[in-house]
């Protein structure tokens, strides 16, 4: 889902941008293949792949951006957009307190940006590589 979701709206601002999956265990080998950037559907996710890139010393952002989002309990480990449980669940709670009969309800959880310096805006090295970013999945 996440994976469809960057796809489609990368592409309104670069059609030749590539969005895959990869697994946080590949991270190595995506930085290689010249992913510029990872995007993590959870904070979970995002701390395995942040793991694999101190390991490997693959350097955050100049060789390649983590994103990521979803709710979190502390700090997360890279920039992104997080929302608190707590939030989440309060948007719920009052959802259902304003609920009108007859009439849509609409619930937006978007969050919070929190900047942790882990994305940059560089374009890729090579000038006639294809951008290409990956949605690391569990």
Not at 8 to 32: F, Q, S
Request: glycine residues 6%; hydrophobic residues 40%; charged residues 20%.
């Amino acid at each position: 889902l996440l994976a469809d979701t960057l796809s489609r709206a990368a592409t309104r601002y670069a059609p030749d941008i590539r969005v895959d999956t990869c697994l946080a265990a590949n991270v190595g080998t995506v930085v290689e293949s010249g992913v510029t950037a990872i995007v993590c559907q959870t904070i979970a996710l995002a701390e395995q792949v942040r793991h694999e890139q101190d390991k490997l010393r693959i350097a955050v952002p100049e060789r390649v951006s983590l994103a990521a989002m979803g709710p979190h309990e502390a700090d997360p480990p890279c920039t992104g957009y997080f929302r608190s449980i707590q939030e989440k669940c309060q948007s719920v709670v009052d959802l259902l307190s304003d609920l009108r009969p007859g009439r849509p309800a609409v619930l937006w959880l978007a969050g919070h940006y929190v900047d942790r310096g882990t994305v940059s805006g560089r374009a890729p090295t090579p000038a006639n590589s294809v951008r290409r970013y990956d949605a690391a999945s569990a």
